[in-house]
């Protein structure tokens, strides 16, 4: 068994998912590896299982890559035999993390980050250690006009780019219903769903049914329901290249991608609540992006037109 990690004055090791996308995953490490604290930071990378006999040979290529950054960078690799798909070797692989660290960093092979992206995750979770109202750090962050200019919360929990405690970790409940469920009990759903931006609710129910394979959904879901909430960046120090058809969620598009933070992330000024401003300003960014609309019960049309008449 590995010394466990119990402080964070240790840099967290971080974690990385791949699968059949090794031009990725190389994107991934020698972006990592840019970061100062990639010479103090363990990598554990986790190699899903190949589906066919392509995927075969991308894992041969893969290990090639691994063995050659294996000589710049501190990494422990576990390479499943069979084929568990991106859920099942997230929800296994951090299972197993948390065995040996407090703390962890988690990407994917299609993500690249900054140079002050282990910066901050590292300082993050420094910070909030013993704040159980914090979920997690993200790296990520919207497109959207800034309405401070200082790093932000957000309810519930994001997936690109992300960093959290084991203790934040156990509350994650793998059972879709009991968080559909809790969610209509409460009446949550429509808040759940930024108010109709964005179909947060819908996703979960898909999952629930089998038509998608997302831990994601219920990552955030649970800690949503906790009123926990997650760190932004006010720069973005995560961007997604996989969003080029390569994923097997992913569709084809890098309409969400920022040129990358080259400056710290400075967290001194934040403080622990969610910003209403970032959320009103998130709502508006989803509704155009994605082109959705509140569809208003007929109450709420007519309430709205005699505001608009009593002007």
């Known amino acids: 068994m590995e010394e466990r990690i119990t402080a964070i004055s240790h840099m967290s090791p971080v974690v990385i998912f791949a699968f059949n996308r090794p031009d990725h995953l190389e994107r991934c490490l020698e972006s990592l590896r840019n970061n100062k604290e990639s010479e103090h930071t363990v990598f554990w990378v986790f190699v899903d299982g190949p589906r066919n006999s392509d995927d075969l040979l991308k894992k041969e290529m893969i290990k ?15 390479y499943s035999e069979s084929n568990l798909g991106l859920e099942k070797s997230v929800i296994n692989g951090l299972k197993e993390i948390f065995l040996l660290s407090e703390f962890a960093i988690i990407m994917e092979d299609d993500l690249v980050a900054s140079t002050f992206f282990l910066e901050y995750c590292n300082a993050g979770l420094n910070r909030y250690q013993f704040d159980n109202r914090v979920a997690s750090i993200h790296g990520f ?19 690109w780019g992300w960093a959290t405690w084991r203790d934040r970790w156990e509350y994650f409940e ?61 720069r973005t120090l995560i961007n997604n290249n996989g969003m080029d058809g390569s994923g097997t969620n992913a569709g084809k598009s890098k309409s969400l991608n920022s040129p990358l933070a080259i400056t710290s992330i400075n967290l001194s000024r934040v403080q622990v609540k969610e910003s209403s401003k970032a959320r009103r300003k998130l709502k508006v960014f989803l509704r155009n992006h994605y082109s959705i609309r509140y569809k208003a019960s007929p109450i709420r049309l007519i309430l709205a037109a005699k505001r608009r008449l009593s002007r």
């Open 64 to 78: 090639k890559l691994l063995n050659k950054y294996g000589k710049l960078m501190k990494l422990k690799v576990k």
């Open 141 to 159: 962050s919207y497109k959207f006009k800034r309405p401070e200019e200082q790093p932000y919360f957000l309810k519930g929990a994001d997936c």
């Open 174 to 234: 793998e059972d879709s219903a009991k968080l559909i469920y809790q969610l209509l009990e409460k009446r949550l759903k429509k808040k759940f769903d930024l108010d109709g931006a964005f179909p947060f609710f819908k996703m979960l129910i898909r999952q629930s049914r089998g038509e998608v394979n997302s831990w994601a959904i219920r990552w955030h879901a649970s800690m949503f329901l906790l009123d926990k909430l997650t760190l932004y960046p006010d």
